[in-house]
């Protein structure tokens, strides 16, 4: 199960899953970009199923989509909750409806289809989930108003290590990657935009440079796979050594 698979980072992990012999199930709002990726990976020889337009706020329509896989494949090994959507602001400017906003759609996002998928994942013996938290649940940062999101991703990668102490006898391990800038179409609408004071961020990563979706998704394919057996409750940090330095 891959949440928000029509682009960036949730498009690699599909991409990059399928080619480790996984069966794709994934969903998103926009489903015409979703079913983009899904002839990608049938393209590459690849297994997906048509994807859902499932609304992951909603805790109905996320509790019918898994019923539906439940009663078609009776079980699920792998669910990787990658589906997020922000908003940006500082302090003093971000409203109460905002604040609110971002919760729905970067903790809500998480809770729910981990709730819903849980018993499925109990039901395979041994399973794994990935969360998506960032670095900006562990630093803060003094170019970019974020309050909110910070508040999200903390809260994501405090999910984790209570979902993995939750798991661990069911058999489930549950591991968090942590993403730092990534060039995707959404950051590069934002973040990465000509006005934006973050543009410039590769000067202050260690690495020199931004990083690739598929990236991410190479981490989050180990945690969720058999090499990572022994792993659970962690948070991996994917930023190029930006969260480990100062300015940060």
């Given at each position: 199960?891959?949440?928000?698979?029509?682009?960036?980072?949730?498009?690699a992990?599909?991409?990059s899953?399928?080619?480790?012999?996984?069966?794709?199930?994934?969903?998103?709002?926009?489903?015409?970009?979703?079913?983009?990726?899904?002839?990608?990976?049938?393209?590459?020889?690849?297994?997906?199923?048509?994807?859902?337009?499932?609304?992951?706020?909603?805790?109905?329509?996320?509790?019918?989509?898994?019923?539906?896989?439940?009663?078609?494949?009776g079980?699920?090994?792998?669910l990787?909750?990658?589906?997020?959507?922000?908003?940006?602001?500082?302090?003093?400017?971000?409203?109460?409806?905002?604040?609110?906003?971002?919760?729905?759609?970067?903790?809500?996002?998480?809770?729910?289809?981990?709730?819903?998928?849980?018993?499925?994942?109990?039901?395979?013996?041994?399973?794994?989930?990935?969360?998506?938290?960032?670095?900006?649940?562990?630093?803060?940062?003094?170019?970019?108003?974020?309050?909110?999101?910070?508040?999200?991703?903390?809260?994501?990668?405090?999910?984790?290590?209570?979902?993995?102490?939750?798991?661990?006898?069911?058999?489930?391990?549950?591991?968090?990657?942590?993403?730092?800038?990534?060039?995707?179409?959404?950051?590069?609408?934002?973040?990465?935009?000509?006005?934006?004071?973050?543009?410039?961020?590769a000067?202050?990563?260690?690495?020199?440079r931004?990083?690739?979706?598929?990236?991410?998704?190479?981490?989050?394919?180990?945690?969720?796979?058999?090499?990572?057996?022994?792993?659970?409750?962690?948070?991996?940090?994917?930023?190029?050594?930006?969260?480990?330095?100062?300015?940060?």
């Open positions: 199960m891959i949440t928000g698979i029509a682009s960036g980072q949730g498009r992990a599909a991409l899953f399928a080619r480790e012999g996984a069966t794709v199930v994934g969903c998103d709002l926009d489903l015409d970009s979703a079913a983009a990726t899904v002839a990608a990976v049938r393209a590459q020889g690849g297994t997906a199923e048509d994807a859902r337009r499932v609304d992951l706020t909603d805790e109905a329509a996320v509790t019918a989509w898994a019923e539906e896989v439940g009663a078609a494949y079980h699920v090994d792998v990787y909750a990658n589906a997020a959507a922000t908003r940006f602001a500082p302090v003093e400017d971000i409203s109460y409806a905002d604040w609110q906003w971002n919760f729905r759609h970067e903790v809500d996002v998480v809770f729910l289809p981990v709730r819903a998928f849980w018993p499925l994942l109990a039901a395979a013996g041994r399973s794994a989930i990935v969360l998506v938290g960032s670095t900006a649940g562990v630093t803060g940062s003094t170019t970019n108003g974020r309050l909110a999101h910070t508040a999200t991703k903390g809260s994501v990668v405090a999910m984790t290590r209570q979902l993995a102490a939750e798991g661990a006898r069911k058999g489930i391990r549950v591991n968090c990657v942590s993403p730092g800038m990534i060039r995707t179409p959404a950051t590069e609408a934002d973040l990465l935009a000509e006005h934006h004071p973050m543009r410039t961020i000067n202050h990563i260690p690495l020199g931004i990083g690739a979706p598929e990236e991410v998704a190479n981490c989050a394919l180990f945690l969720a796979s058999e090499e990572a057996s022994y792993i659970t409750g962690a948070n991996l940090m994917v930023d190029g050594g930006w969260s480990a330095v100062l300015p940060g």
